[in-house]
């Protein structure tokens, strides 16, 4: 394993190269969605994931992979980091790839949004384009297809498969919130599955800390939806790191939803996010109404940089 070798700029080894970048992985705002929402008993939390390096909540599972990658031995600076994503998973590691000099391969689904693909060029980013209609699954079949056609150029990192990915979130984004809450006990924790790393590292950790919280998944209403980042778990291929028996319920949110909660949390909350984390509030507010007490947490995954597209059409 070569943990020193230098490359350009990166007069550094791979080792230092992580520690330096660790502690701007994570660390994300507690923020109380005291304006949006209200009900005397009921509480609801995000965590505002696009503050922290990466710019998104993947940036806690691309880390992870990356570190353990090159403490066994299987990723240096003389391989190629390959994997799929639909966007943020990429744009992490691309973020950290190019800080510690090594090179990455993403396959990503060709709508994807023009933000998301320039942005991975611009961090020095191979972008190979899979099958808008076959979405991240054909992204997965082409990834893991390269990989096996050149074992020896790729580390295929697999963020759908790879366990790396849900522990960081129980390694992480679980203590953060409950260490953010202080006084206050977390009755639920609501997330959109898309490798399902979130729900199910944040969950793992919760359920330990108190088997009472409830873990609640949300999903699309539809396979065809425009929420980025969520998959159909009933029409897609399954990751292998999703736990079926994890959540304690499942609700469903709609595009119309998602993008409706978009506006309100611009104009009443003053924060500009993407459509995932209006989702997983949708969600979140469906649920507090059906309670009387509660303290509801959520993650909102990335701001709205990546979705101009969605923010002309809804404020034009
Ligand atoms: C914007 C966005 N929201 C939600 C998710 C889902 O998170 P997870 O993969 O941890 O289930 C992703 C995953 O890529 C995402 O990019």
Redesign the pocket.
């Given at each position: 394993m070569e943990l020193t070798e230098e490359k350009g700029v990166h007069q550094f080894s791979l080792l230092e190269g992580l520690s330096q970048l660790e502690k701007f992985v994570g660390n994300t705002p507690l923020y109380p969605l005291n304006r949006v929402f209200q009900k005397p008993g009921v509480k609801i939390y995000a965590k505002l994931e696009w503050q922290q390096f990466g710019s998104?909540?993947?940036t806690r599972?691309a880390y992870n992979i990356v570190k353990d990658a090159i403490f066994t031995g299987k990723l240096d600076r003389a391989k190629t980091l390959l994997d799929a994503?639909?966007?943020?998973?990429g744009i992490a590691y691309a973020s950290i790839c190019s800080a510690l000099g090594i090179s990455v391969t993403l396959c990503i689904p060709a709508n994807a949004s023009i933000e998301r693909i320039r942005n991975l060029k611009s961090l020095g980013a191979e972008v190979v384009l899979t099958s808008e209609l076959e979405s991240t699954d054909g992204a997965q079949n082409k990834a893991k297809e390269m990989y096996e056609a050149n074992p020896e150029k790729y580390y295929y990192a697999d963020?759908y498969g790879n366990d790396n990915?849900w522990k960081a979130?129980y390694e992480t984004t679980g203590p953060e919130i409950v260490n953010q809450l202080e006084q206050e006990n977390i009755t639920h924790f609501v997330?959109?599955?898309?490798?399902?790393?979130?729900?199910r590292g944040v969950g793992e950790f919760l359920k330990e800390y108190d088997s009472e919280v409830h873990l609640v998944a949300l999903q699309p209403d539809s396979a065809l939806h425009a929420i980025?980042?969520?998959k159909d778990m009933e029409t897609a291929m399954v990751p292998k790191i999703f736990d079926a028996k994890q959540p304690d319920y499942t609700l469903e949110v709609s595009t119309e939803q998602s993008f409706a909660m978009l506006k309100e949390i611009a104009e009443k909350e003053g924060l500009l996010i993407?459509?995932?984390?209006a989702a997983n509030l949708a969600g979140a507010i469906n649920l507090a109404k059906g309670i009387d007490q509660g303290v509801i947490v959520t993650v909102f995954?990335?701001s709205a940089d990546k979705y101009s597209e969605v923010y002309e059409q809804l404020f034009k």
């Open positions: 998104s909540v993947k599972a994503s639909s966007g943020n998973t963020q990915n979130h997330a959109g599955l898309g490798t399902s790393g979130t729900l980025e980042g969520w993407g459509p995932s984390g995954p990335d």
